[in-house]
Structures are given as C-alpha cells and as structure tokens.
C-alpha cells in the first residue's frame, strides 16, 4: 500500500512538471517572435525614414530643376527679344545705307553733270589758263592770273570777265550750285599797293565775287570768297613755270547736301542727333 501511494505520488509529481514545463517553453518562443518583430519594426521604421529623407532630397532636387528650367526659358525669351531687336537694327542700317548710296550716287551725277555743263561753257578758253577738274567730290574751275589778272593787280581784265560770264550763266540756271571762290598766289613777296599776298589773294577773290554779283546776278548768299596766298601750292615755288601756276584762282562748285547731311546726322532710327 504505501508502495502504491509512493508510486502514485511519483506520478502526480512527474505529471505536474511535464505540465509547467509547456507554458515557459511558450512563453520563451512568444518573447522571442515578440522580440523579432520589434527587430523587423525598427527595421523598418528605419528605412522608412531613409526613403523619406531619399524623398526629399529628390523632391529639392525637382524643385531646382524646375527653377533651372524657368531661368532658362526667361533667359531664352530675353536672348530672343535681343535677337529680334539685332535683326531689326539692321535691317534699319540697312535702309540707310540704302539710302545714303542713293543720295551719295545722285550727288556724284550731279557733280559729273555740273562738270561737263562748265566745261561746255568755258570751251573757248585756252587750257593753260583755264581747267575744269573734279576734286574731293567737287568741281574746280582753275583760271590763271594770266587769264584774269595784270601781275599784282586785283583788277579783273576783259578777257577774264567774259570767262567769268559764261560761269555765271551756268550758276544762274543752276540754283542749287554753292560757290567757294578762293585766291592762290606764288611765294615772291609782294610789292605795291598791297601789305602781302594774303592781302592780295583776298582781293582778288572778292572782286570776282562782286562782278558776279554785280555783273552777272549770282545769288550772293551762294557765293563765298577767301584768300590762302603761297601756302596751297599745286606745284613748287622754286621754278618760273610752278609759280606761275600756282598763282591762280580756283572756283570751286558743289551741289547743296542738305539731304545727304541730313541722313548722316540722323540716328539709327532716324532721330536727330544733335
């Protein structure tokens, strides 16, 4: 009997243990599926963060592309107007250029018209004392003191005053004709009547101006006289035949260029300058 109750008791022992002993192996597993979870959580909390972060920065990087793009396209419409505004200047300067070659054309065929019209006038005169040439885009009338003068006189003599005649008349019928009269001597010193030869080469310009003036009916308000005495030599002063030459008078013609230093002063747009 009490082997029976030691035996029974040994039972109830072993089947006491064998029971507690399953929840602590559940509880052990539980804790560490528990403990593995809140591994994989944080885990995964932290690559949350990290994409997060990766979202950000791509979300700035958008942004500045964005601003890129807009600066570009400002940029890009700002470069167009330039280009536009360019094309349209000149396309203008073009125009005046145009216009200037037009203007400067029309006043190289009026010079060449001027020329031919005194040279069919004064075709009678001997070409010693008298030349008809184009210069610095003008047409010079060269009348030797042979053919105007007495030596040292500002005296005009006949055969001078016909000469100067048959300019006037083409002066006359030409309004638009402007008229610089200039006197030239050699470098002899003057004597007599006058201080110097800038006196005399002064003298002798304006008595042409006031026969044609007085004599011929030239506009005065066209007609400009000076005196440059030895100092615009057309040859040397050292020999007979370059003095000779060289004392002279020139009258000098041109057609008036209101038009053409109209358009040279005018701006790119036209406007005055001044």
């Known amino acids: ?30 804790e560490a599926a528990l403990a593995a979870a809140r591994a994989d959580s944080a885990r995964l909390a932290q690559q949350v963060v990290q994409h997060e972060n990766t979202i950000g920065q791509l979300r700035q990087q958008i942004g500045d592309l964005n601003k890129k793009i807009d600066d570009l396209t400002n940029q890009s419409g700002l470069t167009q107007n330039q280009l536009n505004q360019s094309k349209e200047q000149i396309a203008e300067q073009r125009r005046r250029l145009a216009q200037l070659q037009a203007l400067m054309d029309q006043q190289k065929r009026a010079i060449q018209d001027i020329r031919k019209k005194m040279s069919d006038a004064l075709v009678g005169f001997n070409s010693k004392d008298l030349t008809v040439s184009i210069k610095n885009g003008k047409v010079y009338v060269s009348l030797s003191e042979n053919l105007l003068f007495p030596s040292g006189s500002a005296t005009v003599n006949p055969k001078g005053k016909e000469a100067l005649g048959k300019l006037a008349e083409v002066l006359n019928t030409n309004p638009d004709i402007t008229v610089d009269i200039e006197g030239h001597t050699d470098s002899v010193p003057i004597r007599g009547r006058y201080q110097d030869n800038w006196a005399l080469s002064v003298a002798r310009s304006t008595a042409i101006v006031r026969i044609l003036t007085a004599d011929y009916q030239v506009d005065p308000i066209r007609v400009v006289a000076s005196g440059h005495s030895q100092y615009d030599p057309v040859q040397t002063n050292s020999t007979p035949e370059g003095r000779a030459l060289n004392r002279r008078t020139e009258i000098i013609l041109s057609p008036k260029l209101d038009e053409l230093y109209k358009l040279l002063e005018s701006g790119p747009d036209g406007s005055d300058t001044n």
């Open 1 to 30: 009997m009490k082997k029976a109750i030691r035996l029974l008791s040994l039972g109830v022992l072993i089947t006491l243990f064998i029971v507690s002993c399953v929840p602590t192996r559940r509880w052990k597993a539980s």
